[in-house]
């Protein structure tokens, strides 16, 4: 069974920079620790990601899947799910929804469901989950507001 997460932060930078970054998929090994290998396999015809290749390592946990993405046209939420079961997962769906705080900063929610191919206690389940999650957000913060300010 998959267990949902979900969890918040809030971005110094408006929406379109914080949705550039989240859509900029080959870039993601530049700022993202986990992620070794990123590859757009398919496009939409507006130039989006459409599935995209995903080569991670964090230590015990390393896998190789891909993903399908989705868009709202005005790119205030963003989703994903597995296309097929890989080596660790057998069920992996997300979303960034980004909401526009009307003061120049971006509240961005993250939402991941993830079945494991590999058995997990649930209390430590839950805190690889947590650990994921914060790293993954805080990573995006830095990441968007360092280039906010260049």
């Known amino acids: 069974m998959a267990d949902t997460s979900t969890q918040s932060?809030?971005?110094?930078?408006?929406?379109?920079?914080?949705?550039?970054?989240?859509c900029d998929f080959p870039r993601y090994p530049e700022?993202?620790?986990?992620?070794k290998k990123v590859e757009?396999?398919?496009?939409?015809?507006?130039?989006?990601?459409a599935q995209v290749r995903f080569v991670i390592d964090a230590g015990p946990l390393a896998d190789d899947y891909t993903l399908d993405y989705a868009y709202?046209?005005?790119?205030s939420r963003i989703e994903w799910h597995l296309v097929a079961p890989s080596k660790m997962q057998k069920t992996l769906n997300g979303s960034y929804d980004l909401a526009d705080n009307s003061d120049g900063t971006t509240t961005v929610t993250y939402m991941l469901e993830v079945e494991l191919s590999i058995g997990m206690l649930g209390m430590f389940r839950r805190k690889a989950e947590k650990m994921i999650m914060d790293t993954?957000?805080?990573e995006l913060k830095r990441r968007v507001e360092s280039l906010a300010k260049a």
């Open 9 to 22: 932060i809030q971005v110094h930078a408006p929406l379109a920079q914080v949705a550039a970054v989240i």
């Open 31 to 35: 700022w993202a620790d986990a992620m």
């Open 40 to 49: 757009v396999l398919e496009e939409y015809e507006d130039g989006y990601a």
């Open 72 to 75: 709202a046209e005005d790119l």
């Open 136 to 138: 993954a957000l805080k």
